[in-house]
């Protein structure tokens, strides 16, 4: 054997990572590159990569974030357009994962059923589903790349009447490829991201679309193309790099603004939206949350579409509550009536973590959401298993990459040290207060939030912060505080396999 063995006849890795999304696909490459004697598979539940951005194909789907910061730093996104289509993120994710070889690590329709670890043999078991037949596997560590919602149950909404509905009714993570919606009325209801991306685009075909939301979400429009002047002078790979940083800069920034003075964020953000609204469409209520800028998710919409399908005449917005639904349309607690051909409800996603697998250390079940995470990156009690949890408050992929260096350099260190499981322990009789999260309180956030692992107000079960101070934590933070270790003579793969 010349210690490239197929993936496919190997049951045994060093390293398995579980989803071939933006932070599966990220952690190959840090594996690959800083431990490159290491064996190592990922397993993806679809036929294809891509994550989010392959399952999910509303009209428009697209990025909230700018491309600079959410593509890898290790392959910059090399176009101009700060805000991407669905389609284009999972091909320059796949072009990725090709260009580095990651694609030779890939096992397709492998859906990860269970993992259990084993104190004896320090390794884990996997089992796991390949159309139908049962395949097992083990490692020595296990990255879950699976996101932070089900991928087969949507967020159950409880909206009244919405089984008399006679028309169709469609829920934007399982848009039906032949949806036709031209000359009909739509109802979206939400006020997010997705919301906000179909409304225009839906417009262009329907007869008319209206977003009913409960509350306003903040809006801010962005030029979607990023001609600069330095990208005529630099090399493109210099260029791209200090674009990255500047957008990582930028958005810190315009985030600690609105911390500091919320007041001129929400008077800015009002002056640029009024700006923008046709005249039969006022200001209040319909664009003014009640909450400060990016205390939630603030939504970013390209070129001002949003805005200028309001003034098509064929695009609305409702701020009202459902009273019920109506074999026809929507009967709101104002008394006014929404007529629809078809509802779309964007509410949110169902959350979960690790991909729905169960997780067992010696035959004993981990119940997740009763775990701390510690530093962002592991869990309380689950030995040699790191949960990629990026951020919703900057590009997912900067928490997944600062979760990913984490990893691979407390690999690196333990090996040296030769330890041979890592688990993340609460100290008895530790005086900690529960924080959440995700500080972001969206509706299905605080809702679902009780699927999701725990955070506490002090010591390494603090929830992450920013990238810039866990990019920093990564290269230099302390590595073992709260960290069990257990020694043990090394089980590395690589020797075996030579
Ligand atoms: C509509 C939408 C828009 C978004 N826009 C943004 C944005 O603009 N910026 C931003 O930062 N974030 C955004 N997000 C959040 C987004 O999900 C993350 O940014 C990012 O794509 C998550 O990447 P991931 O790899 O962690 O998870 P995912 O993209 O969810 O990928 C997880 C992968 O794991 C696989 N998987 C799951 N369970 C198993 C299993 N048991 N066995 C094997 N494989 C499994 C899945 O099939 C999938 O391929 C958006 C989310 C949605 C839904
Ligand atoms: C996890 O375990 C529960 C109960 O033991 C079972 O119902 C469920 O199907 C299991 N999940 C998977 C993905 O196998
Ligand atoms: C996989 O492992 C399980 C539990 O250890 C065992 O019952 C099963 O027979 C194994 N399946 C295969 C295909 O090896
Ligand atoms: C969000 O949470 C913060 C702190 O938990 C709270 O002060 C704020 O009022 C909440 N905002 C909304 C809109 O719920
Ligand atoms: C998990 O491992 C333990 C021993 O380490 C064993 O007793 C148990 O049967 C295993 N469970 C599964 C589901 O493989
Ligand atoms: C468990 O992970 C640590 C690093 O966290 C690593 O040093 C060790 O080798 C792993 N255990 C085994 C059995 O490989
Ligand atoms: C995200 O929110 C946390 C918690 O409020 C905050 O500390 C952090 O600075 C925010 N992240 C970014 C990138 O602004």
């Known amino acids: 054997?010349?210690?490239?063995?197929?993936?496919?006849?190997?049951?045994?890795?060093?390293?398995?990572?579980?989803?071939?999304?933006?932070?599966?696909?990220?952690?190959?490459?840090?594996?690959?590159?800083?431990?490159?004697?290491?064996?190592?598979?990922?397993?993806?539940?679809?036929?294809?990569?891509?994550?989010?951005?392959?399952?999910?194909?509303?009209?428009?789907?697209?990025?909230?974030?700018?491309?600079?910061?959410?593509?890898?730093?290790?392959?910059?996104?090399?176009?101009?357009?700060?805000?991407?289509?669905?389609?284009?993120?999972?091909?320059?994710?796949?072009?990725?994962?090709?260009?580095?070889?990651?694609?030779?690590?890939?096992?397709?329709?492998?859906?990860?059923?269970?993992?259990?670890?084993?104190?004896?043999?320090?390794?884990?078991?996997?089992?796991?589903?390949?159309?139908?037949?049962?395949?097992n596997y083990t490692a020595r560590f296990i990255i879950f790349g699976t996101g932070y919602y089900d991928y087969h149950t949507p967020l159950q909404t409880t909206i009244p009447g919405l089984d008399d509905f006679q028309g169709e009714i469609i829920h934007p993570q399982f848009w039906p490829e032949d949806l036709d919606y031209e000359n009909k009325k739509v109802v979206i209801i939400g006020s997010g991201a997705t919301a906000i991306t179909l409304l225009p685009k839906m417009a262009e075909k329907a007869s008319r679309v209206t977003m009913l939301q409960r509350s306003p979400t903040y809006i801010l429009s962005l030029p979607n193309r990023n001609t600069n002047l330095l990208g005529l002078f630099l090399p493109t790979t210099w260029f791209r790099k200090i674009q990255r940083i500047s957008w990582i800069w930028t958005s810190r920034l315009f985030f600690l603004f609105c911390q500091k003075f919320p007041w001129l964020a929400r008077l800015i953000l009002r002056l640029s939206v009024s700006r923008q609204l046709p005249k039969h469409i006022p200001h209040d209520p319909h664009f003014r949350p009640r909450y400060n800028p990016w205390d939630q998710r603030l939504c970013v919409c390209p070129d001002g579409d949003f805005f200028k399908s309001l003034h098509t005449g064929r695009a609305d917005v409702k701020t009202d509550t459902i009273d019920h639904v109506t074999p026809d349309g929507i009967q709101l607690n104002s008394g006014d009536k929404l007529d629809a051909d078809i509802i779309v409800t964007a509410t949110g996603l169902k959350l979960q973590i690790a991909g729905g697998a169960n997780i067992s250390v010696d035959g004993k079940k981990m119940s997740i959401p009763e775990k701390y995470l510690w530093n962002g990156v592991m869990l309380q009690d689950i030995p040699n298993a790191s949960f990629v949890i990026g951020y919703t408050n900057a590009s997912w992929t900067l928490g997944a990459d600062a979760t990913a260096l984490f990893i691979t350099r407390l690999l690196k260190n333990l090996e040296s040290r030769k330890m041979i499981a890592a688990t993340p322990k609460m100290p008895e009789g530790s005086q900690i207060k529960q924080r959440r999260l995700l500080n972001l309180n969206s509706t299905y956030v605080s809702v679902a939030e009780k699927n999701l692992p725990k955070a506490a107000d002090r010591g390494p079960w603090q929830p992450r912060d920013n990238y810039i101070s866990d990019y920093l934590f990564s290269q230099y933070g302390k590595l073992d505080d709260c960290l069990e270790l257990t020694k043990g003579p090394s089980l590395r793969l690589r020797a075996k396999l030579q």
């Open 1 to 135: 054997m010349n210690g490239h063995p197929s993936i496919e006849s190997e049951h045994r890795f060093d390293v398995i990572i579980i989803g071939g999304g933006i932070s599966g696909i990220n952690a190959a490459y840090r594996i690959q590159s800083e431990l490159p004697g290491y064996t190592y598979a990922l397993l993806e539940a679809r036929d294809s990569i891509g994550g989010t951005w392959d399952l999910f194909r509303y009209p428009g789907i697209r990025s909230d974030s700018d491309l600079f910061t959410f593509g890898f730093s290790w392959h910059p996104w090399n176009q101009d357009n700060p805000i991407a289509e669905g389609g284009s993120i999972a091909k320059y994710m796949k072009e990725t994962a090709k260009e580095h070889g990651i694609d030779k690590h890939i096992l397709h329709r492998h859906r990860l059923l269970s993992a259990n670890w084993s104190t004896a043999d320090s390794t884990w078991s996997l089992n796991v589903d390949n159309d139908g037949v049962e395949k």
